[in-house]
């Protein structure tokens, strides 16, 4: 649906197969800071044989969405539903929300953010959350103006699986 925000047209969409190959340049942007990329590393076959077996394109639980500009990748979200074995129903999981720089405080990162909000609204589920480091003041002041609310003390934790095992 196009949107119009700092006089520029917005088209938010659901990234899918047909969308990949252009969505990767965004990525790789974010990645290493470098319009126009090299996208090689997304096309690799052990990545899409992993998208593959897992329909990260085309799953019912994993969502990504993009913001356009012109014709182009300029931000997106990632969530996941995460189920709950009781009658909560299960959370919406924002995993990543990112957009370029140039295109910051345009209203973008609003648009993709009530974007999951309608879809966790639409399915139903108990709760939409997501992380945000303690030191990412621009970034809790975003969420709670989004309506977050800060829950708690917490440590972020990570356990990094050794490539090949």
Avoid: H
């Avoid at 899918?16 to 470098?34: H, I, M, P, S």
């Avoid at 992380?131 to 990570?158: H, P, Q, S």
């Amino acid at each position: 649906m196009p949107t119009s925000t700092l006089g520029k047209n917005i088209d938010l969409i659901r990234v899918g197969q047909a969308e990949y190959d252009d969505f990767c340049a965004l990525l790789e942007w974010r990645r290493t800071g470098v319009e126009n990329g090299d996208t090689a590393r997304y096309m690799a076959e052990e990545t899409q044989n992993f998208f593959t077996a897992y329909s990260v394109l085309d799953s019912d639980t994993f969502f990504i969405f993009a913001a356009k500009v012109d014709g182009r990748f300029v931000g997106y979200a990632t969530a996941v539903i995460i189920p709950k074995p009781d009658p909560r129903r299960g959370i919406l999981y924002v995993d990543e929300l990112w957009v370029a720089e140039p295109y910051r405080l345009g209203g973008i990162a609003t648009l993709l953010m009530r974007e999951t909000l309608t879809l966790a609204r639409k399915l139903d589920l108990w709760r939409v959350r997501l992380y945000v480091g303690m030191d990412n003041l621009a970034g809790r002041n975003y969420y709670r103006k989004m309506g977050f609310a800060e829950k708690g003390d917490a440590v972020w934790c990570e356990y990094e699986l050794p490539e090949g095992q």
